[in-house]
Every structure is written in structure tokens, then in C-alpha cells.
């Protein structure tokens, strides 16, 4: 779909469908609310009159007959209470507006912005909205594909100035085609997208989108004594892969970020090996791997004035005559050893040699990002991304960077005390800190990798797949934290 900027009156706009939000108790009597309800013979307050137009969010109203209005079709959807409009409402209606269209064959439509929100940040919400509702994982069907496409949104402003809309848009789009992106590699199977088939797809994007990429296989590993990511790896016929991606800006900076993804591109669990319900969702393990890259493509083009490595630990976690067995003992990169009591927490095994790694190459400021356990769906189910570390200010920063892209990110608690849970009687950690504050051992482990660098932690194993269509949202994968981390890299 492609998004353009417009500078006509919305009732000029020649498409097949008009999108107009509509407040709770709004009644058409000035703005473009009354010169729609003029322009299409009193619609609106015919509507409000009986009751069939409230304006509470979630609402849509669909009119084939607009009068005096170009578009052929009005889309009327609640926008819920005008004090609480914000952006990421803007996002989701823009969703909710192209999903719905989509499904009633519309080609083109507008979106009208009535807001008094900045121009450019609606502008690239709205984007950011469509061009992600849109994704649909129907690669794999060969019979009954979605059929219809939506070629065009327009996006029009007759008082802004159309420079900051296309700005807003360009920027939107950026972002949506990363998490577009990785939402489609996070939805590949595991027999397809393998660590070496990972590579080999970030070698790409690092070739379209000019960023420096070094992928090292299991010998250089073996020479950085990554005993715990390799430990992970050995059970598997498919080599494991380190991904690196670096972005330099142009006139340098004393900063580099670093964002340490998890890309176990699938979980049986290994040894310690999980129940087969639902296990076929464990292709989706590699989404905090996936979302680096698409954060890294994003920042490619966005170009914003810090350094950037991601750093990506691919592997697959599976059972198998030379795979690790719970009790053994591996030394990670940092020489610390590490008793792996169960093989299914590989998540932080790998992590750990993955942050030191992104340390060794100059990291001043870390953030993972993991599926990497199922207490978190406990503790926050699948509305909020936890965020833990060392760095309050780096946390404090997530945090807001998530509040102003629609991703919501709450700090659970890191204290010292829940070291005890993960010491070793033979080594010095051990993988599992027992059923309590599964999230919080899980984070903590890592900690003991990242030593003095600002560190924060996101896992995303809540959040990273929608179990329902939703309006504006499509079963699978989400793309989770994309929009959080470009934000927070690239202002
Ligand atoms: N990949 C899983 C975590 C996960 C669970 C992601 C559900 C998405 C949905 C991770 O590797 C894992 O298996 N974690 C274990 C840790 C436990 C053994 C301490 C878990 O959460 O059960
Ligand atoms: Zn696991
Ligand atoms: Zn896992």
C-alpha cells in the first residue's frame, strides 16, 4: 500500500472510502463533522438520533451513499473521549479503518485528520497503523489468499504544512516495514528459517540497506570460549550462528547501543523437552533476533547520530545424541561457569555470551530483548513487555519510548535478593532459579553477563504473539518493541 500526502478538502478527494473519527457525544455542529453531515444529507445526526453512532472507540458505521462528498463510501469510526486522544489511538484506528476497508474490497480511501495533535507524529501513527493492520501471514495458503489489496491511503492536511505530513509518513513507513519484516521472518517455520537461513536474510538487508554485517559460525565461537551458546547449539544438526550489524553514523559519536536480540529460531526445549501442545509456536523464539534486525533496518535509514550494533545469538534448541544434559557445566565467554539444570532455559545461556560479546565490541548501553519466559504471560499476560536492569535512566528511557509508540512497558524488580535463587553448588550460576519470579531470575541471570555496562532487559515472550484477529491487528506475529527501540535510538 502506498500512503500520500494531500492538500485538498476532504470532501475533493477522489477515492472509494472516507474515514472520519467521531467523539463520544460529538454532534455535528462545526468543523468537518457538520460539512460532512451537510454534504451527505444529515447522516450524522440522523445516526447520532438513533442511537447507532455513539463515538465509543471500537465502533464502525459503514455509508454507501455520500452526496456532496467525492469518496464514494463514509467510514465512521468512534474515536472515543476527545481528552483521551492521543497517537496511539490515531494508530489503531488507522488499522481498524484499513482492515475493515480491505474486507469490503476498497482500493483507496483517506484518512481525515481532525485532531490537534502535531502533524507529523499523526501522520506517521496513521502510517505506522495501515501499513502493520494490513500485514497478513498467508504466504503458506496456495487456495482461498486474501484477494483484495488496498492500493492507497491519502493522508490530507489543509492547514499543515505538507512537508512535515510527508515527513511523518516516510518515517511511519520506515517503521512499519521493519516490523512488517519481522513479523514475516518470525512467521516463518522452523525447518525454513534456520540460524544459517537467518544470516543469510540479515546479509541481505545489511547489503540493501548499507550496514556493516559479520556473521561468526561455531569456530569462531569455540575461539571466544562461548562454551554457553554453543552448549545451547550442540544438540541441533543446523550450525549455530552469531549475527553482528553495525551502523556508524556519519560524523562518529563516543556512544554505541547495543541491542542483543534472542534468536532461538526453534525451542523444542532440548533435553529438558517441552510438551508437544502448542510447541509449534516455538518458531516463534526468535523474535527478539528478528526484531534487532528490523530495528537495524530501520536505523539504517532513519541514520540517527550514535553508534548501533545489534547482536544476534541464533540457534535451535533441540534433543539429540550430542545435545547438553541437564547438570552439565559450560564457561561462558566471560569465564564465568554456568550449571545448566534445564536445557529449556537456553534463552539466557545464549544471551549470556551474546551481551558479552556486545561488550568486547565497545558496547555503552545495552538493551535485550527475549521471549524469554512464560512467567512472563503470568505476570503481565499479553499487554505489557517487562522491563528490568541495572540503568534507571536507561529503564526510564524504554519506558517512554514505549509510551509513545503504542507498546506498553512495565519494570518488575531486579533486587540483589533474587541472586540467591540462581547460585550453583558446583558452578558459579546456575540457569533456573526454581517456580518464584521466574521473569526476574531469568533477567537476573543475564545480569551476571553484562557486569558494569547500563544494561535493560525486555521480555517479550507475553507480547510477541496475538492469539485473535483483532481489528487492527492480524493473528501472530506483532512486531513488538520495533517501534519502541527505533523510537528510542533515533529520537
Ligand atoms: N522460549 C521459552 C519461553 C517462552 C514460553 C516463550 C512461552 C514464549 C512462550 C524459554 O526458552 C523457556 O522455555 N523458558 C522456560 C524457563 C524455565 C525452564 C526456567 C519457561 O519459561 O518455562
Ligand atoms: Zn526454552
Ligand atoms: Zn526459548
Not at 476498497?106 to 502533524?119: E, N, T, W
Not at 559460525?217 to 545451547?232: I, P, S, Y
Request: hydrophobic share 40%; charged share 25%; aromatic share 6%.
Amino acid at each position: 500500500m502506498e500512503v500520500k500526502a494531500d492538500s485538498k478538502k476532504f470532501y475533493e478527494i477522489e477515492c472509494d472510502a472516507l474515514v472520519v473519527g467521531v467523539h463520544e457525544g460529538e454532534r455535528p455542529v462545526q468543523g468537518a463533522l457538520f460539512e460532512i453531515d451537510q454534504r451527505a444529507g444529515g447522516i450524522i445526526t440522523s445516526l447520532i438520533e438513533t442511537g447507532e453512532l455513539t463515538g465509543k472507540s471500537g465502533e464502525s458505521v459503514y455509508i454507501h451513499n455520500t452526496g456532496e462528498i467525492k469518496a464514494r463510501r463514509l467510514l465512521l469510526l468512534g474515536a472515543g473521549k476527545p481528552d483521551d486522544l492521543n497517537i496511539n489511538i490515531v494508530r489503531k484506528m488507522a488499522g481498524t479503518a484499513a482492515r475493515t476497508l480491505r474486507s469490503k474490497k476498497v482500493r483507496s480511501f483517506a484518512f481525515l485528520r481532525r485532531s490537534q495533535l502535531s502533524l507529523d507524529e499523526s501522520a506517521q501513527a496513521a502510517t505506522e497503523g495501515a501499513l502493520l493492520a494490513l500485514f497478513d501471514p498467508d504466504k503458506y495458503h496456495t487456495s482461498d489468499k486474501t484477494e483484495n489489496h488496498i492500493e492507497t491511503m491519502i493522508l490530507a492536511t489543509t492547514e499543515g504544512d505538507i512537508q512535515e505530513l510527508k515527513y511523518g509518513i516516510e518515517r511511519g513507513r520506515i517503521i512499519a516495514e521493519a516490523s512488517n519484516f519481522a513479523r514475516d521472518i518470525i512467521n516463518e517455520p522452523g525447518n525454513v528459517m534456520t540460524p544459517s537461513e537467518l544470516a543469510r536474510k540479515t546479509e541481505e538487508i545489511a547489503r540493501e540497506f548499507g550496514l556493516e554485517i559479520d556473521v561468526l559460525d561455531e569456530t569462531r565461537m569455540k575461539e571466544l570460549g562461548m562454551g554457553a551458546l554453543l552448549g545451547v547449539a550442540q544438540g541441533s544438526a543446523e550450525p549455530a550462528k552469531l549475527i553482528v550489524l553495525r551502523y556508524a553514523p556519519k560524523f562518529g559519536s563516543n556512544e554505541t547501543i547495543a541491542v542483543v536480540g534472542k534468536a532461538v529460531t526453534f525451542d523444542t526445549g532440548g533435553i529438558s523437552i517441552k510438551p508437544a501442545d502448542g510447541m509449534e509456536k516455538m518458531k516463534y523464539d526468535m523474535a527478539g533476533g528478528a526484531t534487532t534486525i528490523a530495528v537495524m533496518r530501520a536505523i539504517a535509514q532513519l541514520k540517527p547520530s550514535v553508534n548501533v550494533i545489534g547482536v544476534i545469538p541464533a540457534t535451535e534448541n533441540m534433543p539429540g545424541g550430542r545435545a547438553q544434559r541437564p547438570g552439565d557445566i559450560v564457561r561462558s565467554m566471560t569465564g564465568k561457569t554456568i550449571e545448566v539444570i534445564n536445557t529449556d532455559a537456553e534463552g539466557r545461556l545464549i544471551l549470556a555470551d551474546a551481551v558479552a560479546y556486545a561488550r568486547k565490541l565497545g558496547a555503552t548501553k545495552i538493551v535485550d530483548l527475549a521471549t524469554l519466559t512464560g512467567a512472563v504471560s503470568i505476570a503481565l499476560g499479553d499487554v505489557y513487555v517487562a522491563v528490568l536492569g541495572t540503568d534507571q535512566a536507561w529503564i526510564d528511557e524504554i519506558i517512554a519510548a514505549g509510551r509513545k509508540s503504542g507498546e506498553k512497558i512495565w519494570q518488575l524488580p531486579l533486587d540483589k535478593e533474587y541472586r540467591e535463587q540462581i547460585k550453583s553448588e558446583i558452578a558459579d550460576i546456575k540457569n533456573v532459579g526454581g517456580r518464584k519470579a521466574g521473569t526476574i531470575t531469568g533477567a537476573y541471570f543475564i545480569r551476571e553477563f553484562v557486569e558494569d555496562t547500563p544494561w535493560a532487559h525486555l521480555d517479550i515472550a507475553g507480547t510477541a504473539w496475538n492469539e485473535s484477529n483483532k481489528p487492527h491487528l492480524s493473528i501472530g506475529p506483532t512486531g513488538i518493541c520495533v517501534r519502541t527501540l527505533v523510537n528510542l535510538i533515533c529520537g
